[in-house]
């Protein structure tokens, strides 16, 4: 997702994506700034939203806490303001990992199966984070041809993926809400692999389960409603179902 920032005050420690602009401020340590901006289409679409960054900040903050109590490794080491968070550094795998519950997306266009279709067990895939290439589906002898981890890697990447996707799921069901699918990111580091990057409405999909009212970055693909409301709701309901979080 990142390339080398264009702020000259910054140049060779930072590098901006583009939802977000990562500072390199120490051997072992990031802080990772959430921006206002939406893009979508491989950055064919794009919009500002105020309030988007912090949001998505806070989402993905108290989820990366959720999953370390489970047990989940992360990269998350703490909030520094409204929208920055304290990150590890990693070498971030060149691989963006996906887990479905429910068809969406690109698997409900590559399969012609109904939209919401339950995956069970949830489908995990990888893609190759390659902006120039469209990010393509890879399976695993692409990922081995092409170097990007071993085949003990991919196998634990996709566990862990799962595991975690697991807790969500259930949280999220407490709180009446359908997570539809997800992906992750992980980085490496001395100590193993890390859960790391951002959990938030712009990397999940996720629906009411009443209603099937969208809470998620598809309010911008397909211009379905406003996303500042929809993130706000996904992030009160959240809060209201991790009692104590602060
Ligand atoms: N996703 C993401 N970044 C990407 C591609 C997908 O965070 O570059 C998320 C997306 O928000 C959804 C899941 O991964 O929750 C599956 O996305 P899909 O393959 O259906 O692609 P899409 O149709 O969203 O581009």
Known sequence: MIRPAEHPEVAMEAYEGKAKIVRIVGEDDVEIFYKDDATAFNGQKHEQFAGKGALNSRITELLFRYLEDRGVPTHHRGRLDERTLAAR?????????VVRFLVA??????TGLDYLTPCDPPIVEFYYKRDDLGD?????E?????GL?????VSELGGRSVAAARHLQSLF???GIDLVDLKFEFGR???GLLLADEISPDTCRFRDAETG???DKDLFRFGKGDLVAGYRTLLERLEAALPGAV
Do not use: F, M, W, Y
Not at 89 to 97: G, K
Not at 105 to 110: A, I, N, P
Not at 136 to 140: C, F, K, T, V, W
């Open 89 to 97: 550094r990693v070498q971030i795998v060149p691989l963006e990992v």
């Open 105 to 110: 997306g690109s698997l409900q266009k590559r």
């Open 136 to 140: 393509p589906l890879l399976n695993d």
């Open 142 to 146: 692409h990922i081995r041809l092409l």
């Open 149 to 153: 981890a071993t085949e003990a890697e």
């Open 173 to 175: 069901a407490g709180a």
């Open 189 to 191: 580091t001395p100590d």
């Open 213 to 215: 009212e969208i809470l």
